[in-house]
């Protein structure tokens, strides 16, 4: 079946530091990918997301390509900030039969430090 | 106003209880979910609705039972609470094909049980 798999956590930075958090999947089809975040004691929020093979999606200064050829969808940003801190989820949504399922990663938890 | 909203936010219950958690969305969406995070921050699809049918029905107690009395409403109603089920439950909507199945959440009960 489907899965999403992004690396573990936690993940600390310094702040002006590049993050990156990877995340690499498995499909079927032709799924759409999401990067999700979830900023403390809230639910979560979408960040960006790409339709379509080498569509990049951003938002916020963060980024994240859709790879085909590696299934993979890495989130970047070149210089976080200490209101970056957060727990960030990578998603695919699916559409079949039963209709669209997505299917969220187990998160990464990102620390960003003064 | 919110998009989506959770009754209530918090929930403090004993053991062996029945409780009710509530939703409503305001987007005008047709898909509603209920999700499980554990303390690990792993986010667990529990159900799903789609115009008032249920679509998703994941592999969850039967002490755990959904109702959507219409298209902006997903109630979860849970029976003889179990130590287990301390967790923060969100609901999220979502749009059919429109968006590409991009899910805004509520912002979480959190239920402990005694």
């Known amino acids: 079946g489907d899965s999403v798999t992004q690396m573990e956590g936690p993940v600390t930075l310094s702040e002006e530091a590049f993050l990156t958090i990877n995340c690499t999947y498995t499909?079927?089809?032709?799924?759409?990918l999401f990067w999700y975040v979830q900023y403390p004691g809230e639910g979560l929020q979408l960040l960006l997301k790409?339709?379509?093979?080498?569509d990049k999606g951003s938002n916020k200064g963060f980024e994240a390509t859709y790879r085909k050829e590696t299934t993979s969808f890495h989130l970047e940003k070149g210089s976080v900030q200490v209101s970056d801190s957060a727990v960030y989820f990578c998603?695919?949504?699916?559409?079949?039969?039963?209709?669209?399922?997505?299917?969220f990663g187990a998160g990464t938890r990102l620390f960003v430090k003064a | 106003d919110t998009a989506v909203s959770q009754t209530p936010k918090y929930l403090v219950t004993q053991m062996g209880n029945d409780k009710s958690i509530k939703c409503e969305q305001n987007?005008?969406?047709?898909?509603m979910y209920w999700y499980k995070q554990d303390s690990k921050k792993f986010l667990k699809i529990m159900f799903s609705?789609?115009?008032?049918?249920?679509?998703i029905n994941e592999t969850v107690p039967n002490r755990f039972s959904p109702k959507s009395p219409d298209k902006a409403h997903l109630n979860l109603h849970i029976n003889s609470l179990e130590l287990g089920d301390s967790a923060v439950y969100f609901c999220?909507?979502?749009?059919?094909?429109?968006?590409?199945?991009?899910?805004?959440f509520g912002p979480g009960t959190r239920l402990l049980v005694l």
């Open positions: 999220a909507s979502s749009q059919t094909g429109a968006t590409r199945e991009t899910q805004y």
């Open positions: 499909a079927t089809g032709y799924p759409s």
């Open positions: 790409a339709t379509k093979a080498d």
């Open positions: 998603a695919l949504s699916e559409g079949n039969t039963g209709g669209f399922k997505t299917i």
């Open positions: 987007l005008g969406h047709d898909t």
């Open positions: 609705y789609n115009n008032k049918e249920l679509i």
